[in-house]
């Protein structure tokens, strides 16, 4: 008796995310709330407390918080997330930077004009813009 068997190709689903955000990196020393606090006061916005971004690593589950602040009727969103979770970090190839700022909607020119004056609120160290494609983990950035 012949039998023949059939294995079917597993088949793969490429999903191409469009990446036109731009990403600051900023260093401070305070938790999260007192960052957004100096950032309030420096540019005059009025970030919230928003729903923990989760992350999922080989370590386990990673919780990282977030704050959001929209602008121009929803035109441009901001959101403040904590680079180093409950297990582990948000982009760990940028592991030096304490939060993560996702600037969704603004161009080039407003990015430097934001990056300076976020670097004279109280609390930030540093602030630098990170390049979206050369990152790693750029999925992890992906809020739903």
């Given at each position: 008796m012949y039998t023949k068997r059939l294995?079917?190709?597993?088949?793969?689903?490429?999903?191409?995310?469009?990446?036109?955000?731009?990403?600051?990196?900023?260093?401070s020393q305070e938790k999260d709330y007192r960052l957004v606090w100096s950032l309030n006061l420096q540019l005059g916005w009025n970030f919230?407390?928003?729903?923990?971004?989760?992350?999922?690593?080989?370590?386990?589950?990673?919780?990282?918080?977030?704050?959001?602040?929209?602008?121009?009727?929803?035109?441009?969103?901001?959101?403040?997330?904590?680079?180093?979770g409950s297990d582990g970090f948000?982009?760990?190839?940028f592991s030096r930077f304490d939060y993560i700022m996702i600037i969704d909607g603004a161009g080039q020119l407003r990015l430097e004009e934001l990056l300076k004056e976020a670097r004279k609120a109280k609390f930030v160290l540093a602030a630098l813009s990170l390049e979206t494609m050369k990152m790693k983990s750029k999925y992890n950035l992906i809020i739903d």
């Amino acid at each position: 008796m012949y039998t023949k068997r059939l294995t079917l190709a597993a088949q793969t689903i490429e999903i191409d995310h469009e990446f036109d955000f731009e990403i600051v990196g900023i260093t401070s020393q305070e938790k999260d709330y007192r960052l957004v606090w100096s950032l309030n006061l420096q540019l005059g916005w009025n970030f919230e407390r928003d729903f923990d971004h989760t992350v999922f690593t080989k370590q386990g589950e990673s919780i990282h918080s977030r704050f959001t602040y929209t602008e121009d009727d929803g035109m441009i969103i901001f959101t403040l997330l904590s680079n180093k979770g409950s297990d582990g970090f948000l982009l760990p190839e940028f592991s030096r930077f304490d939060y993560i700022m996702i600037i969704d909607g603004a161009g080039q020119l407003r990015l430097e004009e934001l990056l300076k004056e976020a670097r004279k609120a109280k609390f930030v160290l540093a602030a630098l813009s990170l390049e979206t494609m050369k990152m790693k983990s750029k999925y992890n950035l992906i809020i739903d």
